[in-house]
């Protein structure tokens, strides 16, 4: 199958209002080329095509006969580190530079606040240098007519956390946007369509397990960029966090795309850790992030499975430099497996959609959603066979996202780089993904 034809196969998805590839069309002028992407190397002919999308990618390597996928993760600009020096620079100055790089590239900047610790430190380095924001937006989640108690809602991080920090430093951004965004039960409705079509399933393509009973910040994302008429403008989030692997004295950063948000498909999209020009903020935090590892003394099994260890998570964000944000913030209550027992539906993907199903699911609209959400989990179990994470007794569960590839290893001894198939050939990775 040649390129033009999978094209083709790629294509025939039409764009709805909830699907990630209506931002296809959108170019930034300032960086036309997308930093994170999939390639399909055809080992009969030697040859790769690129795909910007995953599902693409994977159909594309169920046709040939013996084909490898690669995820490529900002690879143009990690090859202009040298990763084997920290910069010398301190985290806040980095900081301070990033926000500056953004204010000096873009027209129009806007921030999507959360109150936790990512997006809290990317609001301190615009604050705290007195570098402008155009907009903040926070996002508001409906729990149906239920909604009455924010606290025990889906808005329970908005409440607690962003809403009020925001209003702690309102005296000092009196010229900054605010907007915040408020899902109703329309919006649910129009989220739940009960399809079993890509072209009409609400974030088919992501793949970090976005695909779950609740609205999540996808819908909101796709609702402002839908009425955004800024000619020049970013949408910046608080990003990717540090993911390091250590294989006795060897130390490697690397990514995962199962971990990619879904704005990661929009050209316009800032991730504020990870500059497109010199990263040099984003090397500065593996490297704290090193330090903070061996001053704890952990083990290399410790160090590789701390990233699904739930109640680290304040230090996982302490470590990284971030800011300390509300409790509320730190620990999600991520479900790291699916329980069959349980939740024998597969809709539980995370503490917003257990406190969606809990407000919703005795109503008559939540029953509608419901009997909507299921109908698009066997269309997805069916459409994209295989392609799920796995839960403990062996199903797929598509809120748990698709199954991961890696990115390239960056190793911080020597600099070296290693694609994800020369590090498992190299014993380097024993990573369940």
């Known amino acids: 199958m040649d390129s033009v034809t999978a094209m083709g196969r790629r294509c025939k998805y039409s764009m709805t209002n909830f699907s990630l590839r209506q931002w296809d069309k959108n ?14 190397l055809n080992h009969e002919t030697n040859s790769s095509v690129i795909f910007h999308y995953k599902n693409d990618a994977l159909i594309y390597q169920g046709l040939l006969p013996h084909a490898t996928v690669y995820f490529h993760w900002y690879d143009q ?57 155009d907009e903040i937006v926070i996002a508001e989640y409906p729990d149906g007519d239920n909604n009455v108690d924010k606290t025990a809602s889906s808005n329970r991080e908005i409440v607690l956390a962003a809403i009020p920090a925001l209003k702690k430093i309102s005296h000092l951004i009196p010229n900054t946007k605010i907007t915040t965004i ?17 072209a009409t399933i609400p974030g088919f393509d992501s793949v970090d397990g976005n695909v779950y009973f609740a609205l999540d910040q996808t819908w909101a994302f796709c609702k402002i960029n839908q009425r955004t008429d800024h000619d020049d403008f970013c949408d910046i989030s608080g990003g990717s966090k540090v993911k390091l692997f250590k294989n006795k004295d060897l130390w490697y950063f690397y990514w995962v795309d199962a971990s990619l948000h879904d704005m990661h498909n929009s050209p316009h999209y800032e991730d504020f850790f990870i500059s497109r020009n010199t990263p040099n903020l984003y090397l500065k935090t593996v ?34 430099g971030r800011a300390t944000v509300p409790d509320i913030s730190t620990f999600k209550l991520l479900w790291v497996d699916h329980d069959p027992i349980e939740w ?11 406190t969606f199903y809990n407000n919703t699911i005795n109503t008559d609209q939540g029953k509608r959603w419901k009997k909507k959400y299921d109908n698009t989990v066997q269309a997805l179990l069916a459409i994209a066979d295989g392609q799920w ?20 290893f960056y ?23």
Request: with cysteine.
């Open 182 to 198: 408020r899902g109703t039960n329309k919006d649910v409705d129009e989220w739940f369509t009960g399809s079993d079509d890509p």
């Open 411 to 433: 190793c911080l001894n020597d600099g070296l780089t290693y694609d994800s198939i020369q590090a498992k050939q190299s014993m380097i990775i024993k990573l369940a993904i």
């Open 287 to 320: 490297y704290l992030l090193k330090r903070f590892f061996e001053r704890q003394g952990y083990t290399d099994q410790q160090i590789n499975d701390f990233y699904s260890n739930i109640p680290m998570q304040r230090l996982y964000n302490l470590g990284m």
């Open 344 to 354: 024998t539906k597969n809709f539980i993907g995370g503490w917003r959609c257990k």
């Open 27 to 40: 170019i930034n002028s300032h960086y036309p080329s997308r930093p994170t992407y999939w390639s399909v």
């Open 389 to 408: 994470n796995l839960d403990k007794m062996g199903n797929q569960v598509p809120h748990m996202g698709r199954k991961g590839h890696l990115s390239k």
């Open 77 to 133: 600009e990690m090859s202009r580190l040298n990763v084997s020096f920290e910069p010398i620079e301190s985290h806040d100055e980095l900081c301070r530079q990033r926000a500056q790089e953004l204010r000096d590239t873009y027209k129009y900047l806007r921030l999507w606040f959360s109150g936790g610790s990512d997006s809290q430190t990317a609001l301190n380095s615009f604050v705290n240098n007195n570098i402008f924001l």
